[in-house]
């Protein structure tokens, strides 16, 4: 899973979750642009996009988003940017999309290795639970491609400069692991399959967006690591917030969740998911496990940052692990367990009732809240039918999230129906079962 942030900054602002500790990627022109403002909404979204790409994840150079680069890329990109730019055109994305099939047809153009491809079919991906998407084909081909250019592996020349290329093979690592869950789509990824440095300085959203992607594979896919990290997915997560939280939940506004694709609140969004996981694998214990090892402060070794046994290095990341977590008041969200982790996971819903169209465009997300609710409901009920949950004025923000956005009878009906299901994160699985993988072909004429 990938991000779009084009609704939050201004002209030459820099990335919310940047500091002057970590290098960001900044975008160079070579001719003075027009200033935004004075551009269409689309434009004005589009540039706004570049910024993102250079300054908070640079898989994409932003002067790479034109036609004069690549048909396909560009077309990709402005399909995206059309999902985010109020009012929605549904004409125009219509066109949009019958480009990008006709540009399909021609198998050989699809199946010639190279970034623009990778890099175009890793956002054609994201638009998962829409008929003809093939969300799963396309980044699976994407990962092919990238295999087959060796980008797996360490550079032949020592000099060689691979930073974008490495931005890009863990993009597809944490796309990976994220289409697993929000659409049941399979893993195909393993950690021994590969040897890959994360890339050095990268902006701190960025490695914000792959560790807590790793902590979601080790919490659901352990096997696939190996002894690529050590410990278990609930002290990575600690390691994680040791890391991040700070910035994901900055004090002077923890609360903030102006847009779903701001940096931090999108963060905030994924965090509340993996919360969520460890919820439905032991409701009774987890509050009570995290809440100790949040006392833990410094004590525990940083198993995100720990150098991999094997021969090679993950990278190093950018915050000293020896900072103990934040306590004061306002600053943290955690007091006693149980409620302060609801707290969380509210937010997530108070962020879906904000956003209500966006969600609905791009249904990952309302997958994403759908399984903070259920995790809400086995927090607070535990494993019970849950026809036979009420729910009155003291419990009534879930009920008011399903009616101001609108949640389908038959998703409700679903989600009721998994509350006493004891099937641990597994549960999140049955939650994607409407999802039908479709067989578009994006490769060598295979589905």
Excluded at 56 to 78: A, D, F, G, M, Y
Aim: net charge negative.
């Amino acid at each position: 899973m990938l991000v779009l942030v084009f609704h939050q900054h201004s002209e030459g602002s820099t990335s919310p979750t940047s500091s002057s500790s970590r290098p960001s990627i900044v975008r160079k022109h070579s001719a003075a642009p027009l200033p935004v403002s004075q551009l269409d909404p689309v434009e004005q979204s589009k540039a706004k996009f570049g910024e993102f790409l250079d300054t908070c994840l640079p898989i994409v150079n932003s002067k790479e988003i034109s036609n004069t680069t690549s048909v396909l890329l560009s077309q990709s990109v402005r399909r995206m940017v059309l999902s985010f730019t109020e009012p929605s055109n549904v004409a125009a994305d219509n066109n949009i999309q019958e480009s990008i099939r006709k540009y399909f047809k021609d198998k050989n153009a699809i199946t010639i290795p190279s970034i623009h491809n990778v890099q175009s079919l890793l956002f054609l991906s994201l638009f998962i639970d829409e008929p003809g998407s093939g969300a799963g084909n396309k980044l699976m081909t994407a990962i092919r491609m990238a295999c087959s250019m060796h980008w797996n592996r360490p550079p032949e020349q020592a000099d060689e400069d691979r930073t974008t290329v490495n931005y890009l093979w863990w993009a597809l690592v944490s796309k990976d692991i994220w289409l697993y869950l929000a659409s049941g789509v399979p893993p195909i990824i393993n950690y021994m399959g590969f040897n890959v440095p994360k890339p050095q300085g990268a902006p701190s959203f960025f490695s914000a967006f792959v560790g807590i992607s790793e902590v979601v594979r080790m919490f659901i896919r352990r096997d696939s690591i190996g002894v690529y990290m050590d410990g278990t997915a609930l002290e990575a997560l600690a390691a994680w917030e040791r890391l991040y939280f700070a910035e994901v939940y900055p004090s002077a506004s923890p609360n903030s969740y102006s847009h779903p694709f701001d940096p931090p609140a999108f963060l905030r969004l994924l965090h509340s998911v993996v919360l969520s996981l460890f919820v439905l694998t032991d409701h009774l214990g987890f509050s009570v496990k995290y809440f100790a090892l949040r006392q833990q402060g410094t004590v525990m070794d940083d198993a995100i940052g720990r150098p991999s046994a094997t021969e090679y290095s993950v990278g190093q990341l950018q915050h000293p692990y020896s900072q103990p977590y934040p306590t004061s008041a306002g600053s943290s969200y955690f007091g006693y367990p149980n409620e302060e982790i609801l707290r969380i996971l509210s937010r997530t819903l108070s962020l879906h009732m904000t956003h209500p169209v966006l969600f609905d465009r791009w249904r990952y997300l309302q997958r994403f809240s759908e399984i903070v609710v259920l995790a809400i409901l086995r927090l607070t009920h535990g494993h019970v039918r849950g026809d036979s949950i009420v729910f009155n004025e003291q419990n009534s923000l879930i009920p008011n999230w399903r009616t101001r956005c609108m949640i389908k009878d038959e998703r409700w009906v679903k989600i009721l129906s998994l509350v006493g299901e004891d099937q641990g994160w597994g549960v999140v699985l049955e939650l994607c079962r409407d999802f039908e993988e479709d067989s578009e072909e994006t490769d060598s004429g295979e589905g």
